[in-house]
C-alpha cells in the first residue's frame, strides 16, 4: 500500500464551482498535513496546512481532516482558471519525512 | 520567491557519469530536505541535512549523496548515473526538522 494515495486525475471542474481533491494516507501515527499547488514547470509552493481533526478555512480553500479515517481533502470554492495545477497531498512521516502523494491534475475550465 | 536557489537549473549528463547540485537555504533555515521528482509523479523523498548531520534517508542506493555546510548550504551528489535517475531534483529548507518546507525552483536532470 502506497504511503499517501491520491486520485491522479485529470479532475476537470467549471469556473465557479467547487474542486474537492481528496487524500488518504497509511500511517496512523502522522500529525501534519499539507496541501501543495504545483504549476507546469515550477516547483511546489504550500498553500494549506492543518494538525487537527475538522476543517480549516482559508480564503477559497478549506482544508478538511479525519484521523479516524486516515483522509484529507482541499476544497477550492469559486474555482479560478488560475487554480489550474497539480494539487500535491503531503503527510508527515516520522520526525523528518513529509511524504507527498503523486499529486492530482486540477483543471478549471472558463 | 522562497529565498532557496538551486543551481545549476537545467543540466544533461550522460550515463555513468557524476553530477553535483547545489541548494542555498532561506536565511534562517538549518534544515535542507533533497527530493526526486519524476514527471507525473509526487516528489520522492531522497535525505534531510540538519545542522551538516544526515537526518534521515528514504529510498535510495548510496550512490545518492549529500553534503550540508556550516552555512547550511547544501550539496547533492549523484555518482554513475542511470537513466532513470532523470527528474526534477527539489531542494527545501526548514527553519527546523518538523518546519514548513520552502523549495527551491529545483534542477531538471536529463541523462542521456
Known amino acids: 500500500q502506497k504511503e499517501v494515495e491520491q486520485n491522479s486525475g485529470p479532475l476537470s471542474v467549471p469556473e465557479g464551482a467547487i474542486a474537492s481533491l481528496n487524500c488518504t494516507y497509511s500511517?496512523?501515527?502522522?500529525?501534519?498535513f499539507f496541501w501543495y499547488r504545483q504549476y507546469s514547470g515550477k516547483s511546489p509552493e504550500l498553500i494549506m496546512f492543518?494538525?487537527?481533526?475538522g476543517d480549516k478555512e482559508d480564503g477559497r480553500f478549506t482544508a478538511q481532516l479525519n484521523k479516524a479515517s486516515q483522509y484529507v481533502s482541499l476544497l477550492i470554492r469559486d474555482s479560478q482558471p488560475s487554480d489550474s495545477a497539480t494539487y500535491l497531498c503531503?503527510?508527515?512521516?516520522?520526525?523528518?519525512?513529509?511524504?507527498f502523494g503523486q499529486g492530482t491534475r486540477l483543471t478549471i475550465n472558463p | 520567491e522562497t529565498g532557496v536557489t538551486q543551481s545549476p537549473t537545467h543540466l544533461i549528463k550522460t550515463r555513468g557519469q557524476q553530477v553535483t547540485l547545489r541548494c542555498s537555504s532561506q536565511?534562517?533555515?538549518?534544515?535542507v530536505s533533497w527530493y526526486q521528482q519524476a514527471l507525473g509523479q509526487g516528489p520522492q523523498f531522497i535525505f534531510q541535512?540538519?545542522?551538516?548531520?544526515?537526518?534521515g534517508r528514504g529510498n535510495f542506493p548510496p550512490r545518492f549523496s549529500g553534503l550540508q555546510f556550516p552555512n547550511y548550504s547544501s550539496e547533492l551528489n549523484v555518482n554513475a548515473l542511470e537513466l532513470d535517475d532523470s527528474a526534477l531534483y527539489l531542494c527545501?529548507?526548514?527553519?527546523?526538522?518538523?518546519?514548513?518546507?520552502?523549495f527551491g525552483e529545483g534542477s531538471r536532470l536529463t541523462v542521456l
Open positions: 527545501a529548507s526548514s527553519r527546523d526538522i518538523t518546519g514548513e518546507l520552502f
Open positions: 503531503a503527510v508527515t512521516w516520522g520526525a523528518q519525512k513529509l511524504v
Open positions: 541535512y540538519y545542522r551538516e548531520e544526515e537526518n
Open positions: 500511517d496512523r501515527g502522522s500529525q501534519s
Open positions: 536565511s534562517g533555515h538549518n534544515t
Open positions: 492543518i494538525y487537527s481533526n
